[in-house]
């Protein structure tokens, strides 16, 4: 069965720091969207990704954020410069077209803590 | 998954007995739902999806039940067996379709 990935599992890096967080969506896919859960809190949504642009984005995804998605097959998370309360769980997900749309997939996360 | 070490309600049932686990959305407007099964150490996987237009909607095991008047959703695991053990969140799509909100979940423990 097609399923989302994400690299790497675990990533640690130092507050100030850049990391770039992958996704490989599942390959018919057209919707993108990446989801946080710090420990302790819900899931929450980050942005959506459609057409080669943002098509929606929280509060959360400010000027730090970035995605993109290179080529056909990968999907990235940036974070320019990392704070503590960055720390969490990154998931991404993926969705097809029509009714399918609503279905989002997720990968099994990447774990980032900023220290 | 994360989602150890929320403040989760726990729902413990025995292996063979029937769950239910509720959830209140918050958007009247929304107009699709969706269950997910987060187990420890990985992400959300989908069960079963409902549209606002329905009021119940059954997969292999589990029924969704939507109720608009009073923003419910219900969540039921026929024959429930050890492998169903993890947190189950409702989520809510915006009317685009782009954006899922989560609820707070609920840990399932199922007891053999």
């Known amino acids: 069965e097609p399923e989302v990935t994400q690299t790497p599992s675990h990533q640690v890096t130092q507050m100030g720091q850049e990391v770039i967080l992958r996704c490989v969506p599942i390959s018919n896919h057209l919707y993108f969207y990446w989801y946080r859960q710090i420990l302790g809190q819900k899931v929450e949504f980050l942005v959506s990704?459609?057409?080669?642009?943002?098509?929606?984005k929280s509060e959360i995804f400010d000027d730090q954020f970035s995605v993109e998605r290179p080529d056909g097959s990968n999907f990235t998370l940036k974070i320019r410069s990392t704070k503590l309360e960055d720390s969490a769980m990154y998931f991404c997900a993926s969705s097809g077209s029509g009714v399918s749309s609503y279905e989002q997939y997720f990968g099994p996360g990447t774990r980032l803590t900023v220290t | 998954g994360e989602s150890v070490g929320l403040h989760l309600p726990t729902l413990s049932v025995q292996e063979g007995d029937n769950s239910i686990i509720n959830c209140a959305y918050s958007?009247?407007?929304?107009?699709?739902f969706i269950w997910y099964k987060q187990e420890s150490g990985k992400g959300p996987q989908f069960i079963i999806d409902i549209r606002s237009n329905m009021d119940k909607r059954q997969g292999q095991r589990v029924t969704v039940l939507l109720n608009k008047t009073v923003k419910h959703l219900s969540l039921q695991i026929a024959a429930t067996q050890p492998g169903d053990s993890a947190v189950y969140f409702c989520?809510?799509?915006?009317?685009?379709?782009?954006?899922?909100?989560f609820g707070g979940g609920t840990r399932l423990m199922v007891k053999p």
């Open positions: 990704f459609y057409n080669n642009e943002i098509s929606e």
């Open positions: 989520a809510e799509v915006d009317n685009a379709g782009n954006m899922l909100t």
């Open positions: 958007n009247s407007a929304s107009d699709y």
